[in-house]
């Protein structure tokens, strides 16, 4: 059979190089996709609300569109071999509008769940999977009646829009005037309460599907947060051999369950019981993933590629321990950083996203390393950045 003839039941053929892969969302994750498509020879367009987005220094073309903007949405699809995304958060009809010109991977239905907390939720709990006790609540008054079942202590996170720590709130006390101010800070939307668990510490799994249902997860990374924001992971996570297989078959499992074509990041927390709760999804690449490019046979960007385009996926197997640590904008608001000290550690790379404008809480690039060990990749990403 030729590459250019159908591979699978689902009738979807393999893009070769020199075919165009279109990208919904133009900020870092889709700046590092495309670098993996232009490496393997392969034209990329992306869409993104901002003309000058850090993909639009390396790509072909940069159409200018909100998230919502179905018209953008069907300029980006025309002429692609296949589309993808890089963020979410992309308005349904939109989606839909993508679809009907091109193959998108992942699905407009995936991608509807997954947007939604309030349905990515439930629909976890509904297909078996392991998740810590949950409402959903779409008023104050069943709020506080969620609060109340929970046992008090609760984080409240928005359905729709959240990200980085944002649009989530923790209640502690339970009290009435505490909850009011929690549902009134988050717009009083739709939302989904979550009992405050006792974790030990959190991990995630990368997953990857193509047309062709070839699933492949890669090993598990132990994160590490600080205001709600990932500060650095590494590879391998050191934890036991059981709970890896167990962590990498849930991820394998939630992805073929939602028929994802594409990456499926599947983020969860071990509590000091040693249970293993799935927290959320993200059906892309991930600030978890980014050490992968350093320590992995393939990076997660260039397996978004292959599955996007129903190419064999790639070998995920860890060559060297990795690890990363973020830079966010507060690095730069007390003056220029020392990239030349970080460089000085050995095995550190510093990748830099081209954000004109540093904010605090805004991630503007990360620090790479590898090692011998977790330990050591990870105490080197540390200790460059604090040379910065």
Same mark, same amino acid.
Not at 183 to 206: H, K, N, Y
Not at 273 to 286: I, K, S, T
Not at 323 to 329: K, S
């Given at each position: 059979?030729?590459?250019? +003839?159908?591979? =699978?039941? #689902?009738?979807? *053929?393999?893009?070769?190089?020199? &075919?165009?892969?279109?990208?919904? !969302?133009? $900020? /870092?994750?889709?700046?590092?996709?495309?670098?993996?498509?232009?490496?393997?020879?392969?034209?990329?367009?992306?869409?993104?609300p901002e003309a000058q987005c850090p993909a639009s220094f390396v790509v072909d073309e940069t159409i200018v569109g909100k998230w919502d903007?179905?018209?953008?949405?069907?300029?980006?699809?025309?002429?692609?071999?296949?589309?993808?995304?890089?963020?979410?958060?992309?308005?349904?009809?939109?989606?839909?509008?993508?679809?009907?010109?091109?193959?998108?991977?992942?699905?407009?239905?995936?991608?509807?769940?997954?947007?939604?907390?309030?349905?990515?939720?439930?629909?976890?709990?509904?297909n078996g999977i392991p998740v810590g006790a949950f409402r959903v609540v779409r008023s104050e008054v069943e709020l506080q +009646?969620?609060? =109340?079942? #929970?046992?008090? *202590?609760?984080?409240?996170?928005? &359905?729709?829009?959240?990200?980085? !720590?944002? $649009? /989530?709130?923790?209640?502690?006390?339970?009290?009435?005037?505490?909850?009011?101010?929690?549902?009134?800070?988050?717009?009083?939307?739709?939302?989904?309460?979550?009992?405050?668990?006792?974790?030990?510490?959190?991990?995630?799994?990368?997953?990857?599907?193509?047309?062709?249902?070839?699933?492949?997860?890669?090993?598990?990374?132990?994160?590490?947060?600080?205001?709600?924001?990932?500060?650095?992971?590494?590879?391998?996570?050191?934890?036991?051999?059981?709970?890896?297989?167990?962590?990498?078959?849930?991820?394998?499992?939630?992805?073929?369950?939602?028929?994802?074509?594409?990456?499926?990041?599947?983020?969860?927390?071990?509590?000091?019981?040693?249970?293993?709760?799935?927290?959320?999804?993200?059906?892309?690449?991930?600030? =978890?993933?980014?050490?992968?490019?350093?320590?992995?046979?393939?990076?997660?960007?260039?397996?978004?590629?292959?599955?996007?385009?129903?190419?064999?996926?790639?070998?995920?197997?860890?060559?060297?321990?990795?690890?990363?640590?973020?830079?966010?904008?507060?690095?730069?608001?007390?003056?220029?950083?020392?990239?030349?000290?970080?460089?000085?550690?050995?095995?550190?790379?510093?990748?830099?996203?081209?954000?004109?404008?540093?904010?605090?809480?805004?991630?503007?690039?990360?620090?790479?390393?590898?090692?011998?060990?977790?330990?050591?990749?990870?105490?080197?990403?540390?200790?460059?950045?604090?040379?910065?």
């Amino acid at each position: 059979m030729k590459d250019s +003839e159908p591979t =699978s039941s #689902l009738n979807a *053929r393999q893009v070769q190089p020199g &075919g165009t892969l279109a990208i919904l !969302g133009g $900020g /870092q994750l889709g700046r590092m996709m495309a670098m993996a498509a232009r490496t393997m020879g392969y034209r990329v367009r992306v869409m993104d609300p901002e003309a000058q987005c850090p993909a639009s220094f390396v790509v072909d073309e940069t159409i200018v569109g909100k998230w919502d903007d179905a018209a953008a949405a069907e300029r980006l699809a025309t002429g692609a071999d296949a589309v993808t995304l890089e963020i979410e958060q992309i308005g349904v009809d939109a989606l839909a509008r993508v679809a009907a010109i091109a193959p998108l991977r992942p699905s407009v239905e995936s991608i509807r769940v997954i947007q939604d907390k309030t349905l990515q939720k439930p629909w976890l709990a509904e297909n078996g999977i392991p998740v810590g006790a949950f409402r959903v609540v779409r008023s104050e008054v069943e709020l506080q +009646e969620a609060v =109340s079942a #929970l046992g008090g *202590r609760v984080f409240l996170k928005i &359905g729709r829009g959240g990200y980085d !720590g944002r $649009g /989530q709130v923790r209640i502690q006390s339970g009290d009435e005037g505490e909850i009011r101010n929690a549902w009134e800070s988050l717009g009083g939307r739709p939302c989904v309460a979550e009992q405050a668990l006792d974790l030990d510490f959190e991990i995630s799994v990368m997953a990857a599907r193509n047309p062709a249902g070839e699933v492949r997860s890669f090993p598990a990374a132990r994160n590490h947060h600080e205001n709600q924001i990932l500060a650095w992971s590494v590879l391998p996570a050191g934890i036991s051999t059981e709970m890896e297989e167990r962590a990498e078959s849930l991820a394998r499992e939630i992805i073929a369950k939602l028929g994802i074509e594409g990456l499926l990041c599947v983020e969860m927390f071990v509590t000091k019981h040693g249970e293993l709760l799935v927290n959320e999804l993200a059906p892309r690449p991930h600030n =978890s993933y980014h050490q992968s490019e350093r320590g992995c046979v393939t990076s997660q960007f260039e397996q978004a590629v292959r599955a996007a385009l129903n190419l064999p996926l790639g070998d995920t197997s860890l060559i060297a321990p990795c690890a990363i640590v973020n830079l966010l904008g507060d690095v730069w608001l007390k003056g220029a950083p020392n990239l030349s000290a970080a460089l000085a550690v050995p095995g550190v790379r510093v990748h830099l996203y081209e954000k004109h404008q540093a904010r605090a809480g805004r991630k503007m690039g990360h620090l790479s390393s590898v090692g011998a060990t977790a330990e050591e990749a990870l105490e080197r990403v540390l200790e460059a950045k604090k040379r910065l």
